[in-house]
């Protein structure tokens, strides 16, 4: 499974920013797929989750604020980043693993996914 991400930049605190991430390489028909995300000198922490039953699940800290969603026919995986804060300041990987259910999300919480892509930085100033 290949992933590559695009769509990190540096926005001001309030902006938004959309982070996209190409798939291939997957032909099965149970996956989840993630966004997680590093900040400096910090553990990688899950932020959103979407499986192939179409579950999302978000970190409290994102929580009404980023949007996960996919576009099937693109292979393609997004997040919605809106009202962004300077603690939103990181690299968010795209990730993937044959998973559904609760088992998605907690891919996610501990970084296990099998499949990861090589990252995208989000610089967010006050």
């Known amino acids: 499974v290949w992933l590559v991400e695009s769509g990190g930049g540096s926005v001001q605190a309030g902006g938004s920013l959309r982070l996209s991430c190409a798939v291939s390489?997957?032909?099965?028909?149970?996956?989840?797929m993630g966004w997680i995300r590093q900040a400096p000198g910090k553990e990688r922490e899950g932020v959103a989750t979407?499986?192939?039953?179409?579950?999302?699940t978000y970190a409290d800290s994102v929580k009404g604020r980023f949007t996960i969603s996919r576009d099937n026919a693109k292979n393609t995986l997004y997040l919605e980043m809106n009202s962004l804060k300077p603690e939103d300041t990181a690299i968010y990987y795209c990730?993937?693993?044959?998973?559904?259910?609760?088992?998605?999300?907690?891919?996610?919480?501990?970084?296990?996914?099998?499949?990861w892509g090589q990252g995208t930085q989000v610089t967010v100033s006050s």
């Open positions: 979407i499986d192939s039953d179409g579950t999302t």
């Open positions: 990730a993937h693993d044959r998973a559904t259910g609760d088992l998605c999300w907690d891919l996610a919480t501990m970084a296990v996914f099998g499949n």
């Open positions: 390489g997957y032909t099965g028909s149970d996956y989840c």
